[in-house]
Each structure stands twice: as C-alpha cells, then as structure tokens.
C-alpha cells in the first residue's frame, strides 16, 4: 500500500490481518531497517492483531521519498499513515530508532495513541556536542552503517555478508531464518556494478544526530507518559554485536534510569536484533503487545 505523504508515497506492508473488531498496530523498524522486520513479530499476531509496517522514507520501497530527513518528519508519517487508513488511535510498537519515532508520534498525539511499546530503544540522554554522530552509529550497529557504502555482486552475497554478523548470523540458520532473509534482501537495490542497500544515508546521518542531541525526541517518553499514555520496554542485555552490554545494560535493572510509570522487562539471552527475531524473544514481544492493546 501507498500513503501520500510530504515528499512522495510511503510503502506500508499489512504483515497481520485480523477481524475488523480485533487492535491495530502501527510497528517502525530501526536506523537501517525496513518494515519486513517485523515479519516474525507478525506470524506471532496472525488472527489476533492487524499489524501494519511502513518502510520509513529513506528506506527500502520508501528510499525515494524525502527529503525532509528526521524524526519529527517520520513522526508525521506515521499520523499521515493513520489518516488514510482512517484509525482514530492505535497502538504503536517500535524498535530501536522506531521506539524513539513511537515515543515522538505519542508525545505529539496522544489522542492518536493508545498504548506505546518501546523494544531496545526510545529512552536515552543527550551526547556531548563533540560526538560524531556517524562515528557514534558505527560504534553502536558497526556491520550494518558498514555495509551502506558497499556493492555486492548478489543478493547471496549479501546474505553471506549478514551470516557472518555476531548479532544476527546465527539466527539465519534458525527457525525463523526464512523470514530475517525476506527482511534483510527487501533492502537491497540493483545498480550498475551490482547491489546495495537502499538506505538513504542522509536520512540515516539526520535520524542519528536527532538521536544524539535532539531534546523533543529525547524527552518524549516522559512526555508520553504525562499524557496518560501506557508506556512499555522490553530491552535486550546484549547488543547489536553480541557482546554482553546492550544499550540499557546487561542485568537487572537497566542502568539507564527509567522515566517514573513506565514498565519494563528485560528479554531474557536476546541481543538487539534477535529482540524482534528469536521465537523466545518474538513470544514476549507479542505478549507484550497484546497485553498493550487491551489496556
């Protein structure tokens, strides 16, 4: 499906059908992602819950539209999305840099929002102004900034390029490893020489800085809150490389210190990738979701 919005047409992916009567959710994809990650969170809700999942501009069937680049514009995306698919509110779901879109799109609509869940993002403090925020991207996600500047001769080689990732090789070869390769091949364009990912890199360097300094974005789960908006994270103690500190920590609690009202729960050996990918961690994923759309 197509939706107008500033800048071209933005194309969302109906991943979960359900009867008319049944919650909708709005679900937003991370830095480099696409809508297709949450292919596996879908088969999970298949019957209960419509889930709907743009690729946000920049990105994957949505790379052509924009600018403008930034979070407050896919903010305005996802009301646009919305509007045409005429919902009064619904629940959104985000991971990474999507819980922080989520959080935005609540702190400026809460009539629009019903309940807001958070998966290994959408909480975070300010930077120092020195911080590059490409260096600091790089240092966070490594592999995946990497490969933006890369040709590959095939789709199979750019598989074997993410089989060999820390974070995300080994769930290639699992059980919902024929989903995460729909996922990561969605992003790939064919050129002259070969193909490459499809993120827009100015749109990927204009999330990142809002992420970095940004204060509307970096408050807006408190905003959230103080609208009376249900608020939930689920955060993974390992990070995007596998290794044993994730972006709120490696135990209980998170070390970043949670906004008062909101509830948090951690994902039990998941890192920030098979948060959204591995059957133990999709099962509490749409748990939680479920239990937020009946609040």
């Known amino acids: 499906m197509s939706v107008p919005v500033n800048g071209g047409d933005l194309v969302v992916s109906r991943l979960s059908s359900a009867a008319p009567s ?67 509110r619904a629940v959104l779901i985000g991971h990474s840099m999507g819980a922080w879109v989520g959080s935005l799109v609540a702190a400026r609509h809460p009539d629009r929002v019903s309940s807001l869940v958070l998966v290994d993002g959408g909480l975070g403090t300010a930077m120092p102004s020195w911080v590059d925020p490409d260096l600091f991207m790089y240092a966070v996600l490594g592999p995946a900034i990497q490969r933006l500047g890369m040709t590959f001769p095939s789709p199979a080689d750019y598989l074997a390029y993410w089989a060999f990732h820390p974070g995300l090789g080994p769930t290639l070869a699992g059980p919902t490893g024929h989903l995460v390769r729909h996922y990561l091949t969605r992003d790939l364009v064919q050129e002259r020489g070969g193909w490459r990912s499809s993120c827009v890199l100015d749109a990927v360097r204009a999330d990142g800085s809002a992420l970095l300094d940004d204060e509307e974005v970096l408050t807006s789960p408190q905003a959230s809150i103080g609208h009376g908006i249900p608020v939930s994270l689920l955060w993974a103690p390992r990070g995007a490389l596998n290794q044993p500190m994730g972006l709120y920590g490696g135990a209980w609690p998170p070390w970043r210190p949670l906004p008062e009202g909101i509830t948090a729960e951690r994902v039990p050996d998941a890192n920030h990738y098979t948060v959204i990918f591995d059957p133990p961690a999709v099962r509490q994923v749409v748990s939680r979701l479920l239990a937020a759309a009946a609040r």
Do not use: C, K, Q
């Open 22 to 88: 049944a919650p909708t959710a709005i679900a937003l994809h991370g830095i480099t992602g696409n809508g297709w990650a949450w292919l596996p969170v879908a088969a999970g809700l298949f019957g209960r819950m419509s889930l709907w999942a743009p690729d946000l501009r920049g990105r994957a069937a949505s790379r052509l539209v924009g600018p403008p680049y930034g979070l407050g514009t896919h903010a305005d995306d996802v009301i646009a999305l919305m509007d045409h698919l005429e919902l009064e």
